[in-house]
């Protein structure tokens, strides 16, 4: 389908391309209270990392939301996630976090938090996927927790998919090693005791907490070797996160 290439000043219906800012950004009037008011539709799957990240980011701020599984039917973008807001369509969940963070919290990402977002949507996402590819045990988890026929077919077939998942996803990328992304992490965190600075949760904690969510789950050894030692400022940060967001469960319905 073609891309309709809308006119100046005017928002693409059918959203940004991947990595690609906003034509027409979000209305700057636009609060924490009046997207609470809106409809807003997230196309998803259950499981995938940057589809977790936009239901933690969302539950924690209580905006209301609806899911719909799988892509979105007649746009001309074809990957998921895809979040509706009323008319607005974003693309993309690093455009999507970018976009919803100057709303969530009433200041748009830093130069460095944008940066932090891009490594974590665009690396250390793609590293661990791949790291839980390769493990039948991880991959079955997986399954278990997706639930259905697909998760099914997915427990099923997880001896073969940890022979060639590892191997195309990432494909051509340069991805870092999961303490290589840790440090990067931690390099961010300095001594404070959230990402954003401050004495409580900001849009990029959540969002990469969001991120971790569903490898935490399956219990994913990648995640215990970004997160370091016990007493690492890492784990202590994942740790009040965890605290922080007690109240957000992403897999309410999972068995």
């Known amino acids: 389908m073609a891309r309709e290439v809308p006119k100046a000043g005017q928002p693409d219906m059918n959203g940004n391309e991947e990595g690609e800012d906003l034509r027409v950004p979000l209305p700057r009037q636009w609060d924490l209270d009046a997207l609470k008011g809106m409809q807003l539709t997230l196309y998803q799957s259950k499981i995938s990392p940057p589809c977790c990240k936009l239901r933690f980011l969302l539950q924690y701020y209580k905006v209301p939301f609806r899911v719909v599984d799988g892509k979105k039917p007649g746009s001309t973008y074809t990957k998921i996630p895809v979040l509706d807001i009323a008319d607005r369509q974003i693309n993309d969940s690093f455009i999507i976090v970018k976009s919803l963070a100057p709303i969530l919290q009433g200041r748009p990402l830093t130069q460095d938090e944008e940066e932090v977002e891009r490594q ?33 077919f997915l427990r099923a077939s997880s001896c073969v998919i940890c022979c060639v998942g590892p191997r195309k996803i990432g494909a051509g990328k340069q991805l870092k090693s999961m303490k290589e992304y840790g440090d990067m992490l931690r390099d961010h965190l300095a001594s404070g005791e959230f990402l954003g600075g401050g004495s409580r949760p900001s849009v ?13 789950r399956v219990k994913a050894i990648c995640i215990d070797e970004l997160l370091g030692h016990e007493g690492d400022p890492l784990r202590a940060w994942y740790d009040r996160m965890r605290s922080a967001t007690a109240g957000v469960d992403i897999f309410a319905d999972a068995a």
């Open 120 to 152: 974590v949507t665009f690396g250390l996402m793609i590293a661990a996927e791949k790291r839980t590819a390769g493990s039948v045990k991880e991959l079955c988890a997986c399954g278990a927790l997706l639930g259905g026929v697909l998760g099914c």
């Open 204 to 216: 990029l904690d959540v969002s990469v907490f969001g991120v971790l969510s569903p490898f935490a």
